[in-house]
């Protein structure tokens, strides 16, 4: 059973008790994030999705937002994208619940909309906690809203897939899994994409 009670449904991608578990570091900021009413998006909400993974994490992936499922069982990429986003991590060798996932919004924008300037700067605050207590050697960004915290100007199809290095941490914008599920020939190019995580994350362990 899950925390609210309903059964985990059958087939999911993941060990979704492990996925549940919250570390001591991350208490009190879900707990905040829980409460939390900065935006309109609290009118929409089932669940708050904080976030997944340990804080011990060498690896964070940040996504756009919440969707259906994710808001009705509040974890992260736990639907469509979410498998092939853990399809992916197998391909390098990584499960998800070695990884830490969030999203820039943590609440469901209504009908999947896009995330508004005021929504993510709203949330903001509670990413770069989360940053913080992780403290990853490399971020994934997913997709081209979390791409601009750090890039603004930049186009992901121009940069997907490089590796920058910011405040000693590699930074890697990525494709969001979505836009590999509705364009099949993207999927070749995030597959070569995450190899450059794995690189990554073996290049900054020996450094
Ligand atoms: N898409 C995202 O960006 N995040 C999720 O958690 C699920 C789908």
Not at 133 to 141: E, K, M, R, S
Request: net charge positive.
């Amino acid at each position: 059973m899950t925390e609210n009670g309903k059964p985990i449904p059958i087939g999911a991608p993941s060990d979704l008790h492990q996925l549940y578990k919250i570390e001591k570091p991350f208490v009190d900021l879900y707990k905040k994030i829980a409460d939390c009413p900065a935006c309109e998006l609290v009118r929409f909400r089932t669940k708050t999705v904080p976030g997944s993974g340990p804080s011990t994490s060498k690896l964070m992936l940040i996504g756009e937002g919440p969707g259906e499922k994710e808001d009705e069982l509040g974890l992260p990429f736990i639907g469509r994208s979410g498998q092939f986003l853990e399809k992916m991590l197998l391909s390098i060798g990584l499960s998800r619940d070695e990884v830490y996932i969030t999203n820039v919004v943590k609440c469901r924008p209504p009908s999947n909309r896009d995330p508004s300037a005021q929504e993510i700067q709203a949330c903001d605050n509670f990413l770069q906690q989360q940053i913080a207590i992780v403290n990853p050697t490399v971020i994934a960004t997913l997709g081209r809203f979390s791409m601009s915290l750090w890039f603004p100007n930049e186009k992901i199809s121009q940069i997907h897939g490089e590796v920058r290095e910011i405040d000693g941490r590699l930074i890697i914008p990525m494709y969001h899994p979505a836009a590999a599920l509705r364009n099949g020939s993207l999927r070749k190019t995030v597959q070569n994409d995450f190899l450059k995580i794995k690189k990554s994350l073996i290049q900054k362990t020996k450094t």
